[in-house]
């Protein structure tokens, strides 16, 4: 079962000065819901925002049956 707050603080440290929101979605620890606006997102198209985000998760997507993301630059 993922914590919503590893969740949070894996994509705070990948990007520094990102406002992170996470929610549990189903309470299984398995479905999320997460809105992040980074300053390292400036710049990048939707994708790689997503790429970035899939990348500070590592290897807790293999434990995460969906994530719902909503990215924006800060």
Do not use: C, W
């Amino acid at each position: 079962m993922v914590n919503p707050d590893e969740i949070r603080r894996r994509i705070e440290t990948a990007l520094p000065g990102a406002r992170v929101e996470v929610a549990d979605t189903t309470g299984a620890g398995d479905h999320f819901e997460v809105q992040v606006a980074a300053p390292g997102f400036a710049g990048k198209g939707l994708v790689e925002q997503h790429q970035l985000v899939y990348g500070a998760l590592g290897t807790l997507m293999q434990e995460i049956h969906a994530l719902s993301l909503r990215t924006s630059a800060a």
